[in-house]
C-alpha cells in the first residue's frame, strides 16, 4: 500500500479566495488567481504577507473552508484501499486542533496530521511515497527525494513538467491520473 501525504490549502480547498479577500480587507489590493504566475507575492511587504497569512488560519476562516469537489470522496477511496493518509500543511503548530476538527468536520479520513513548516523533510522521514501538493517549491523538493507529485492546476504551477508530476485539473482527473501509480505502490 502507499504512503500518501496531503497538503491542504490550494489542494483541499480553493485557498485562494480567503487570501484575496484577507488581502483586499486589510491592504486594499487585489490578488487574482489567475495572475497569480509566479509562487512568490511581492506585492506585499514580508510582514504584511504573513499577517495576512496568519489571518487566513484562523479558527473562523479554516473552520469556513470548502472543500474541492470530489476531493474528500477520493480521499476515502485511497483510505478505505488501506493507503495510508499524511495530511500536512504549512501552517502554525497551535493551528492543528482547528485543523483536525476541520478534516473531521468534512469526512477526510487521515492517520496523522502534520501542521508545520518543514513539510518535505517530515514526509522523507515517514516515507511518503506521493504527495499531493500545489507548491512548485514542495513538488520540486519531493520529486529530489524520488516522492511522487500530483497537483491541481494553479496558475503557479502549471509550467511544470517532468517525470513523476501529475497536474489535474480537478480531483477527479487527479483520482483517475493517479490510480495506476497506486497500483504499482500497492503490488
Ligand atoms: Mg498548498
Given at each position: 500500500m502507499a504512503r500518501i501525504a496531503l497538503d491542504i490549502d490550494s489542494t483541499l480547498h480553493h485557498y485562494w479566495d480567503i487570501f484575496d479577500r484577507v488581502v483586499r480587507e486589510r491592504f486594499g489590493?487585489?490578488?487574482p488567481h489567475e495572475r497569480q504566475t509566479d509562487w512568490g507575492i511581492t506585492v506585499l511587504e514580508r510582514d504584511q504577507l504573513r499577517e495576512c497569512v496568519?489571518?487566513?488560519h484562523s479558527e473562523e476562516n479554516i473552520l469556513a473552508a470548502e472543500p474541492y469537489p470530489h476531493a474528500v470522496e477520493t480521499?476515502?477511496?485511497w483510505s478505505?484501499?488501506?493507503h495510508?493518509?499524511?495530511a500536512t500543511s504549512h501552517r502554525a503548530e497551535h493551528t492543528r486542533d482547528a485543523t483536525a476538527r476541520w478534516l473531521d468536520a468534512i469526512g477526510l479520513p487521515y492517520d496523522d496530521l502534520h501542521c508545520?513548516?518543514?513539510?518535505?523533510?517530515?514526509?522523507?522521514?515517514?516515507g511518503i511515497d506521493v504527495l499531493v501538493d500545489d507548491s512548485?517549491?514542495?513538488?520540486t523538493r519531493a520529486r529530489e527525494h524520488g516522492i511522487l507529485t500530483a497537483t491541481i492546476e494553479h496558475p503557479w504551477n502549471a509550467h511544470l513538467t517532468g517525470d513523476g508530476v501529475?497536474?489535474?485539473r480537478d480531483w477527479r482527473e487527479l483520482r483517475e491520473r493517479i490510480a495506476p501509480l497506486l497500483a504499482k505502490l500497492g503490488a
Amino acid at each position: 500500500m502507499a504512503r500518501i501525504a496531503l497538503d491542504i490549502d490550494s489542494t483541499l480547498h480553493h485557498y485562494w479566495d480567503i487570501f484575496d479577500r484577507v488581502v483586499r480587507e486589510r491592504f486594499g489590493i487585489e490578488l487574482p488567481h489567475e495572475r497569480q504566475t509566479d509562487w512568490g507575492i511581492t506585492v506585499l511587504e514580508r510582514d504584511q504577507l504573513r499577517e495576512c497569512v496568519a489571518e487566513t488560519h484562523s479558527e473562523e476562516n479554516i473552520l469556513a473552508a470548502e472543500p474541492y469537489p470530489h476531493a474528500v470522496e477520493t480521499v476515502r477511496a485511497w483510505s478505505a484501499a488501506g493507503h495510508w493518509i499524511h495530511a500536512t500543511s504549512h501552517r502554525a503548530e497551535h493551528t492543528r486542533d482547528a485543523t483536525a476538527r476541520w478534516l473531521d468536520a468534512i469526512g477526510l479520513p487521515y492517520d496523522d496530521l502534520h501542521c508545520s513548516y518543514d513539510k518535505v523533510s517530515r514526509c522523507v522521514e515517514l516515507g511518503i511515497d506521493v504527495l499531493v501538493d500545489d507548491s512548485p517549491v514542495n513538488i520540486t523538493r519531493a520529486r529530489e527525494h524520488g516522492i511522487l507529485t500530483a497537483t491541481i492546476e494553479h496558475p503557479w504551477n502549471a509550467h511544470l513538467t517532468g517525470d513523476g508530476v501529475v497536474i489535474a485539473r480537478d480531483w477527479r482527473e487527479l483520482r483517475e491520473r493517479i490510480a495506476p501509480l497506486l497500483a504499482k505502490l500497492g503490488a
